[in-house]
C-alpha cells in the first residue's frame, strides 16, 4: 500500500495548533489588565455595599439635625450631609439599592428580551411580525418620561423605576437575541437536530441559546450601566424614595448644598463614575476577548524578499539560459505566516517556469500551497505573510523587490487574475460597465468611451449574447457562468502576458465549466497568454494545460508535461491523487433483490 | 460477520413495496415579490427507493435536487402529491408528528464545515438524538465508541471539537451521526463535493461498505456524474424541477438516452489528455447540432 493515510496526519497537526483557541473566554478576559482592574472595582464595591452593616454603624436614613453638614471626623469620616446623616453609610447602603435596582432592570430586560426574541426568531412568520411592531412601539415611546409618569403616580420605589426600566430596554435585548437566532437558525446543523427528532425547546436550548450567550453577556453590562445612571438622573431630580439611601439621592443633597459643602457633590459622583465606567470598558473587554485578538498583525513590505537560490543544480540550470520564450521564471518561493511562537511555511521552495502561449496546471487538494503560490506571484497575500524568492522573473526582468506602484503597473496589465468565485468578485453596488472600465481608462489611458467600445467588442468575444445590457446591468442580474465570462473579459481587457486563473471553474455547473474552459483556451491560443490554471480536479488538467505542477504540502513534487503525466507519473503522491479519481470507476451495477434486513439485526 | 440473512425480514410493508416512493411531488415556494408568480422548485417528481438501494439523483444547480432530498427530510414544504415512507404517508406530517421518524431517515448534508455545531464536541453530537430518543447516557457513549469505529474515526475523537478534524473526518462525524439511531433511509445531499479528491473516495467507499453491512438505503443527491456512478444503483436526472430521465447508473451515466443527460457527461471532463481532447471534440459537435435543433427548453420532450 503506498497511500499516506492524510486523514491522519491532519488531526495531529490540526489539534495541537487548536487547543490555544479553546482556552476558555474567562482565561482570555483575565489576560486583559483593564478586564481585571473593571472586575476588581465592581467586586470591591459589590462587597461594600453588601458588607455595608459591618462597616459601619452609622443610620444612612435617620437625620439628625445637630450634626448637619458635619465635617469629616473620627465618627464621620467623610462628613454629614445637609440633614445630619453620615455620608460614608449613605455611600454604602445607596450602593444597595443602586445595584440591586440595576440588577432589576437587567433581569427584567432580559425576562422580556430573551423569550421574544427566541420565539420570534425561531418561528418567524405572525408571531414575529407582532414581536416586531410591539418592539418599536416601546422604542418609540420617550422612556424618561414613562419613568417620571410610573414614580409620581405608581411607585417612588426605585426598584419599580428600574422594572420599568427593564421593559423599556428590552427591545434592544430582543433585536439582538433575534438577529443572533436568525443567523444561526438556518445553519445546516440546526436542520440536522430537527432530522434527529430534538424537539423545539431542546433545539433552542442546545443549538440557539449558547449562540446568543455571548453578546447576551456585553449587552446586560451596558444595561447595568445605562440603568444606575438613570437612577441616578431620577433621584437627583427628587423622584426617589426618602426611605431609600441612594446615590443619586445623595447627588440631590449635595447639590441643595453645592455652595456651603461642594465636597459632598464629589463622593456620589465619584463612585457614579466608576461603576458606570468600569461597566461600559469591562463590556468593552468582554467584546475583544470574544471576537479575538486585537493586535495588529506584523506588517511585512509589499516586496519580495531576497531568499537563496533553490540549491537543486536542474532548476538553476534551466535558469542559466533564460530563453525569449520564458514569461515567468520563479525560483525557490517561499510564503510563510506567523503562528503562535513561530512561522508556519506554506510555500516551502517552489521553483516553475511558464512560456508564452503555455498552460502551466498547479495541481494539489487543500491546504497544499496551491493558491498561495499564485496569490504570492499576483502579490494578493495579506500583509502578514511573508515572501522571499531566489528569483522572480516576469518576461526577464525582475519582479522581486518592486514596490506597490511598480507591482500594480504590472498587476491588471501584464499580469491578470481570474477568480475562483465570480459573484463575490464583482461589487454589487455598482453596474459591471463602470467596474471593468475604470482599470482599462487607468492602465491604457484611453477615455471613457473608447474603454466602453473596447469593452463591448470583448464581452461579446467571451460568448456574452446582449454586451449593451449585460454592460449596464448590476451584477445580481447576471448569472454566476456570466459572471465569470465578464470577469475574464476584464482580466483580457488590458492585453496581458499572463493569466493566474484560481479555481476558475469550481464554483460553476459542469456544462458552463465547459464552455468557459472552451473560452480560456480559444483566448489563450488567439493572444499567445501564458496561463498558471490552479485546479484540484484532474479532468480540468486534462482538458486544458500543457504542463503540470503537482502540489503537496507547499513544495512541488513533480513537474511534467500533461501527457507524462498521466501515462506515466513518477511521484508516489501523484500516483495516488491520479487513482483517487473516480472518473474511470466501474459503475456499480443494480440492486440484486437485497436480502432485506430487519431493523435493528445488525446492532447486537 | 453479521449472519444477517438469516434472520426473517419483518419490513411493515409486505414483499416488493419500495421504502420510499414520491409520488408527483411539486413543491412551490410563494413568491418574494409582489404579484409575480410563484416559485416551483419541484413540478410533479416521482421516484420510488427501494430497501437497500442507493438512487442517485443528478442535476445542476437551480435544477432542484437539493429541494427534493429536503422535502423528503421535511424540511421543504410538499404543495401537491405524497411522500410515502414504508407505506405510510409523511409529507404531510407536521413537526410533532415528524419527530417519530427520527430512526427511520437521516441526513448527511453537504457542508461538513456548518452542519457540525462548532460549540459542542463530537461526543455531544453524537450523543444527542439517542439521549432525545431515551437511550441512557452509559450506553449512549457505548454507542458512539462504536460508532466511531465504524466510521474509522479514532476513539479519542469523542473529546475533541469539530474545528479540530479535517474536512474528511468531519464528514466521517456526520455520517457517524446518521448512523446513531439506525436508520433505514439516509439523504445525503452532496456530502463530498467539499472533499478533496483523495478524501472523496475514501467515504464513498465507507457509504458503501456501510449500505453493505447494514442494508440501508440511500437518497444520493450530487451534481459529479462520477460521483453517482460510482455509488448508485440507480440514477435519476433532474433539470428544471422535473425528472427527466431514470434508470440503471450505469446505462444513465454512460449511454444516457435524454439530450440533457448526454450535454452533462460530454460536459464532465476525463482525467486523460487524449480521451479528454475527443470528448471535448464530440461535445462541440454535440452543441453545435443541438444549437441548430433549439436550445434546451424542453429537454424531456
Given at each position: 500500500?503506498?497511500?499516506?493515510?492524510?486523514?491522519?496526519?491532519?488531526?495531529?497537526?490540526?489539534?495541537?495548533?487548536?487547543?490555544?483557541?479553546r482556552?476558555?473566554?474567562?482565561?482570555?478576559?483575565?489576560?486583559?489588565?483593564?478586564?481585571?482592574?473593571?472586575?476588581?472595582?465592581?467586586?470591591?464595591?459589590?462587597?461594600a455595599?453588601?458588607?455595608?452593616?459591618?462597616?459601619?454603624?452609622?443610620?444612612p436614613?435617620?437625620?439628625?439635625?445637630?450634626?448637619?453638614?458635619?465635617p469629616?471626623?473620627q465618627?464621620?469620616p467623610?462628613?454629614?450631609?445637609?440633614?445630619?446623616r453620615?455620608?460614608?453609610?449613605?455611600?454604602?447602603?445607596?450602593?444597595?439599592?443602586?445595584?440591586?435596582?440595576?440588577?432589576?432592570?437587567?433581569?427584567?430586560?432580559?425576562?422580556?428580551?430573551?423569550?421574544?426574541?427566541?420565539?420570534?426568531?425561531?418561528?418567524?412568520?405572525?408571531?414575529?411580525?407582532i414581536?416586531?411592531?410591539?418592539?418599536?412601539?416601546?422604542?418609540?415611546?420617550?422612556?424618561?418620561?414613562?419613568?417620571?409618569?410610573?414614580?409620581?403616580?405608581?411607585?417612588?420605589?426605585?426598584?419599580?423605576?428600574?422594572?420599568?426600566?427593564?421593559?423599556?430596554?428590552?427591545?434592544?435585548?430582543?433585536?439582538?437575541?433575534?438577529?443572533?437566532?436568525?443567523?444561526?437558525?438556518?445553519?445546516?446543523?440546526?436542520?440536522?437536530?430537527?432530522?434527529?427528532?430534538?424537539?423545539?425547546?431542546?433545539?433552542?436550548?442546545?443549538?440557539?441559546?449558547?449562540?446568543?450567550?455571548?453578546?447576551?453577556?456585553?449587552?446586560?453590562?451596558?444595561?447595568?450601566?445605562?440603568?444606575?445612571?438613570?437612577?441616578?438622573?431620577?433621584?437627583?431630580?427628587?423622584?426617589?424614595?426618602?426611605?431609600?439611601?441612594?446615590?443619586?439621592?445623595m447627588?440631590?443633597?449635595a447639590?441643595?448644598?453645592?455652595?456651603?459643602?461642594?465636597?459632598?457633590?464629589?463622593w456620589?459622583?465619584?463612585?457614579?463614575?466608576?461603576?458606570?465606567?468600569s461597566?461600559?470598558?469591562?463590556?468593552?473587554?468582554?467584546?475583544?476577548?470574544?471576537?479575538?485578538?486585537?493586535?495588529?498583525?506584523?506588517?511585512?513590505?509589499?516586496?519580495?524578499?531576497d531568499?537563496?537560490?533553490?540549491s537543486?543544480?536542474?532548476?538553476?540550470?534551466?535558469?542559466?539560459?533564460?530563453?525569449?520564450?520564458?514569461?515567468?521564471?520563479?525560483?525557490?518561493l517561499?510564503?510563510?505566516?506567523?503562528?503562535?511562537?513561530?512561522?508556519?511555511?506554506?510555500?516551502?521552495?517552489?521553483?516553475?517556469?511558464?512560456?508564452?502561449?503555455?498552460?502551466?496546471?498547479?495541481?494539489?487538494?487543500?491546504?497544499?500551497?496551491?493558491?498561495?503560490?499564485?496569490?504570492?506571484?499576483l502579490?494578493?497575500?495579506?500583509p502578514?505573510?511573508?515572501?522571499?524568492?531566489?528569483?522572480?522573473?516576469?518576461?526577464?526582468?525582475?519582479?522581486?523587490?518592486?514596490?506597490?506602484s511598480?507591482?500594480?503597473?504590472?498587476?491588471?496589465?501584464?499580469?491578470?487574475?481570474?477568480?475562483?468565485?465570480?459573484?463575490?468578485?464583482?461589487?454589487?453596488?455598482?453596474t459591471i460597465?463602470?467596474q471593468?472600465?475604470?482599470?482599462?481608462?487607468?492602465?491604457?489611458?484611453?477615455?471613457?468611451k473608447?474603454?466602453?467600445a473596447?469593452?463591448?467588442?470583448?464581452?461579446?468575444?467571451v460568448?456574452?449574447?446582449d454586451?449593451?445590457?449585460?454592460y449596464?446591468?448590476?451584477?445580481?442580474?447576471?448569472?454566476?457562468?456570466?459572471?465569470?465570462?465578464?470577469?475574464?473579459?476584464?482580466?483580457?481587457?488590458?492585453?496581458?502576458?499572463?493569466?493566474?486563473?484560481?479555481?476558475?471553474?469550481?464554483?460553476?455547473?459542469?456544462?458552463?465549466?465547459?464552455?468557459i474552459?472552451?473560452?480560456?483556451?480559444?483566448?489563450?491560443?488567439?493572444?499567445?497568454?501564458?496561463?498558471?490554471?490552479?485546479?484540484h480536479?484532474?479532468?480540468?488538467?486534462?482538458?486544458?494545460?500543457?504542463r503540470?505542477?503537482?502540489?503537496?504540502?507547499?513544495?512541488?513534487?513533480?513537474?511534467?508535461?500533461?501527457?507524462?503525466?498521466f501515462s506515466?507519473?513518477?511521484?508516489a503522491?501523484?500516483?495516488?491523487?491520479?487513482s483517487?479519481?473516480?472518473?474511470?470507476?466501474?459503475?456499480?451495477?443494480?440492486?440484486?433483490?437485497m436480502p432485506?434486513l430487519?431493523k435493528?439485526?445488525?446492532?447486537? | 460477520?453479521?449472519?444477517?440473512?438469516?434472520?426473517?425480514a419483518?419490513?411493515?410493508?409486505?414483499s416488493?413495496?419500495?421504502l420510499?416512493?414520491?409520488?408527483?411531488?411539486?413543491?412551490?415556494?410563494?413568491?418574494?415579490?409582489?404579484?409575480?408568480?410563484?416559485?416551483?422548485?419541484?413540478?410533479g417528481?416521482?421516484?420510488?427507493?427501494?430497501?437497500?438501494?442507493?438512487?442517485?439523483?443528478?442535476?445542476?444547480?437551480g435544477?432542484?435536487?437539493?429541494?427534493?432530498?429536503?422535502?423528503?427530510?421535511?424540511?421543504?414544504?410538499?404543495?401537491?402529491?405524497?411522500?410515502?415512507?414504508?407505506?405510510q404517508?409523511?409529507?404531510?406530517?407536521?413537526?410533532?408528528?415528524?419527530?417519530?421518524?427520527s430512526?427511520?431517515i437521516?441526513?448527511?448534508?453537504?457542508?461538513?464545515?456548518?452542519?457540525?455545531?462548532?460549540?459542542?464536541?463530537?461526543?455531544?453530537?453524537?450523543?444527542?438524538?439517542?439521549?432525545?430518543?431515551g437511550?441512557?447516557?452509559?450506553?449512549?457513549?457505548?454507542?458512539?465508541?462504536?460508532?466511531?469505529?465504524?466510521?474509522?474515526?479514532?476513539?479519542?475523537?469523542?473529546?475533541?471539537?469539530?474545528?479540530?478534524?479535517?474536512?474528511?473526518?468531519r464528514?466521517?462525524?456526520?455520517?457517524?451521526?446518521?448512523?446513531?439511531?439506525?436508520?433505514?433511509l439516509?439523504?445525503?445531499?452532496?456530502?463530498?463535493?467539499?472533499?478533496?479528491?483523495?478524501?472523496?473516495?475514501?467515504?464513498?467507499?465507507?457509504?458503501i461498505?456501510?449500505?453493505?453491512?447494514?442494508g440501508?438505503s440511500?437518497l444520493?443527491?450530487?451534481?459529479?456524474?462520477?460521483?453517482?456512478?460510482y455509488?448508485?444503483?440507480?440514477?435519476?436526472?433532474?433539470?428544471?424541477?422535473?425528472?427527466?430521465?431514470?434508470?440503471?447508473?450505469?446505462?444513465?451515466?454512460?449511454?444516457?438516452?435524454?439530450?440533457?443527460?448526454?450535454?452533462?457527461?460530454?460536459?464532465?471532463?476525463?482525467?486523460?489528455?487524449?480521451?479528454?481532447?475527443?470528448?471535448?471534440?464530440?461535445?462541440?459537435?454535440?452543441?453545435?447540432?443541438?444549437?441548430?435543433?433549439?436550445?434546451?427548453?424542453?429537454?424531456?420532450?
Amino acid at each position: 500500500m503506498t497511500i499516506p493515510p492524510i486523514d491522519g496526519t491532519v488531526t495531529a497537526t490540526a489539534a495541537s495548533g487548536e487547543t490555544a483557541k479553546r482556552r476558555h473566554i474567562v482565561v482570555r478576559l483575565l489576560q486583559d489588565p483593564v478586564a481585571i482592574c473593571c472586575i476588581f472595582v465592581l467586586l470591591l464595591l459589590t462587597a461594600a455595599s453588601v458588607l455595608a452593616p459591618f462597616l459601619t454603624d452609622q443610620d444612612p436614613i435617620k437625620s439628625s439635625l445637630a450634626e448637619t453638614l458635619a465635617p469629616m471626623s473620627q465618627q464621620h469620616p467623610l462628613g454629614a450631609d445637609g440633614v445630619g446623616r453620615d455620608v460614608v453609610a449613605r455611600l454604602l447602603y445607596g450602593g444597595q439599592t443602586s445595584l440591586a435596582a440595576a440588577c432589576v432592570a437587567v433581569l427584567v430586560a432580559f425576562a422580556v428580551g430573551v423569550p421574544a426574541g427566541l420565539f420570534g426568531g425561531y418561528y418567524r412568520g405572525r408571531a414575529d411580525a407582532i414581536l416586531a411592531w410591539a418592539s418599536n412601539f416601546i422604542m418609540a415611546v420617550p422612556a424618561i418620561i414613562i419613568l417620571l409618569v410610573v414614580m409620581a403616580a405608581v411607585s417612588q420605589s426605585t426598584y419599580v423605576a428600574m422594572a420599568v426600566l427593564g421593559l423599556i430596554v428590552s427591545p434592544s435585548v430582543y433585536r439582538l437575541v433575534r438577529a443572533s437566532v436568525v443567523s444561526v437558525r438556518e445553519e445546516l446543523f440546526v436542520d440536522a437536530a430537527k432530522v434527529s427528532g430534538l424537539s423545539d425547546a431542546r433545539i433552542m436550548r442546545r443549538h440557539i441559546l449558547p449562540v446568543v450567550q455571548a453578546p447576551s453577556i456585553i449587552q446586560a453590562a451596558q444595561i447595568f450601566g445605562v440603568s444606575i445612571g438613570i437612577q441616578a438622573g431620577i433621584a437627583f431630580l427628587g423622584l426617589g424614595s426618602p426611605t431609600e439611601a441612594s446615590w443619586g439621592a445623595m447627588l440631590n443633597d449635595a447639590f441643595a448644598n453645592i455652595y456651603s459643602a461642594p465636597l459632598l457633590l464629589l463622593w456620589p459622583a465619584l463612585i457614579i463614575c466608576m461603576t458606570t465606567a468600569s461597566l461600559a470598558l469591562l463590556a468593552n473587554s468582554l467584546r475583544d476577548s470574544l471576537s479575538g485578538s486585537r493586535r495588529r498583525p506584523t506588517r511585512h513590505s509589499d516586496r519580495v524578499r531576497d531568499g537563496a537560490p533553490s540549491s537543486e543544480g536542474s532548476a538553476a540550470g534551466d535558469f542559466a539560459e533564460v530563453a525569449d520564450d520564458v514569461l515567468l521564471a520563479v525560483d525557490n518561493l517561499k510564503v510563510d505566516y506567523p503562528v503562535d511562537g513561530g512561522r508556519r511555511t506554506v510555500v516551502d521552495g517552489v521553483s516553475l517556469t511558464v512560456r508564452r502561449g503555455q498552460v502551466l496546471g498547479l495541481v494539489g487538494e487543500s491546504g497544499s500551497g496551491k493558491s498561495q503560490t499564485a496569490f504570492s506571484l499576483l502579490g494578493l497575500l495579506p500583509p502578514e505573510a511573508r515572501v522571499s524568492a531566489g528569483r522572480l522573473l516576469f518576461d526577464g526582468a525582475e519582479m522581486k523587490g518592486l514596490g506597490r506602484s511598480a507591482m500594480n503597473r504590472l498587476r491588471g496589465k501584464r499580469i491578470a487574475y481570474v477568480p475562483q468565485e465570480p459573484m463575490s468578485n464583482l461589487d454589487p453596488s455598482f453596474t459591471i460597465g463602470s467596474q471593468l472600465a475604470e482599470p482599462v481608462r487607468q492602465h491604457m489611458k484611453v477615455s471613457a468611451k473608447e474603454a466602453k467600445a473596447l469593452l463591448l467588442g470583448l464581452l461579446e468575444r467571451v460568448g456574452i449574447n446582449d454586451p449593451a445590457r449585460v454592460y449596464s446591468s448590476y451584477p445580481h442580474q447576471i448569472s454566476g457562468g456570466m459572471a465569470q465570462r465578464v470577469l475574464i473579459a476584464g482580466a483580457i481587457s488590458c492585453d496581458p502576458d499572463l493569466l493566474i486563473a484560481d479555481e476558475p471553474t469550481t464554483a460553476l455547473d459542469v456544462t458552463v465549466q465547459a464552455e468557459i474552459l472552451d473560452l480560456i483556451r480559444s483566448l489563450q491560443a488567439e493572444r499567445n497568454m501564458g496561463v498558471i490554471l490552479v485546479t484540484h480536479d484532474f479532468g480540468v488538467v486534462a482538458d486544458i494545460c500543457d504542463r503540470v505542477a503537482v502540489m503537496h504540502t507547499g513544495k512541488i513534487v513533480e513537474t511534467a508535461s500533461v501527457k507524462e503525466l498521466f501515462s506515466a507519473p513518477q511521484d508516489a503522491y501523484t500516483r495516488m491523487l491520479l487513482s483517487s479519481t473516480l472518473e474511470d470507476a466501474t459503475p456499480r451495477s443494480p440492486l440484486k433483490s437485497m436480502p432485506k434486513l430487519p431493523k435493528r439485526a445488525q446492532t447486537a | 460477520m453479521i449472519a444477517s440473512v438469516e434472520v426473517p425480514a419483518e419490513s411493515h410493508n409486505g414483499s416488493d413495496g419500495p421504502l420510499l416512493s414520491i409520488e408527483n411531488v411539486t413543491v412551490q415556494y410563494p413568491s418574494k415579490k409582489w404579484r409575480s408568480p410563484d416559485f416551483l422548485a419541484l413540478k410533479g417528481v416521482s421516484l420510488d427507493i427501494r430497501a437497500g438501494e442507493t438512487v442517485g439523483l443528478v442535476g445542476e444547480s437551480g435544477s432542484g435536487k437539493t429541494t427534493l432530498g429536503r422535502a423528503v427530510l421535511g424540511l421543504a414544504p410538499v404543495t401537491t402529491g405524497l411522500i410515502r415512507y414504508d407505506g405510510q404517508v409523511i409529507s404531510a406530517m407536521n413537526r410533532n408528528q415528524r419527530r417519530s421518524l427520527s430512526d427511520e431517515i437521516q441526513v448527511v448534508f453537504q457542508d461538513p464545515y456548518t452542519s457540525l455545531n462548532p460549540a459542542l464536541t463530537v461526543l455531544d453530537i453524537l450523543t444527542e438524538p439517542l439521549l432525545t430518543a431515551g437511550t441512557r447516557r452509559a450506553e449512549a457513549e457505548q454507542r458512539v465508541k462504536d460508532l466511531l469505529e465504524q466510521v474509522h474515526l479514532p476513539r479519542d475523537a469523542s473529546n475533541r471539537l469539530p474545528r479540530e478534524f479535517s474536512g474528511g473526518q468531519r464528514q466521517r462525524i456526520a455520517i457517524a451521526r446518521a448512523l446513531c439511531r439506525d436508520p433505514r433511509l439516509i439523504v445525503c445531499d452532496e456530502p463530498v463535493s467539499a472533499l478533496d479528491l483523495s478524501n472523496q473516495s475514501r467515504v464513498l467507499d465507507l457509504f458503501i461498505e456501510i449500505q453493505e453491512r447494514t442494508g440501508v438505503s440511500y437518497l444520493f443527491v450530487t451534481h459529479d456524474l462520477s460521483v453517482v456512478r460510482y455509488i448508485s444503483h440507480r440514477v435519476a436526472v433532474m433539470y428544471k424541477g422535473e425528472i427527466i430521465e431514470t434508470g440503471d447508473a450505469a446505462k444513465v451515466t454512460t449511454q444516457p438516452k435524454e439530450a440533457y443527460t448526454q450535454k452533462l457527461l460530454l460536459a464532465a471532463p476525463v482525467p486523460d489528455p487524449a480521451r479528454q481532447a475527443s470528448r471535448r471534440a464530440a461535445r462541440q459537435k454535440f452543441s453545435a447540432k443541438l444549437h441548430v435543433a433549439g436550445p434546451f427548453e424542453n429537454p424531456a420532450s
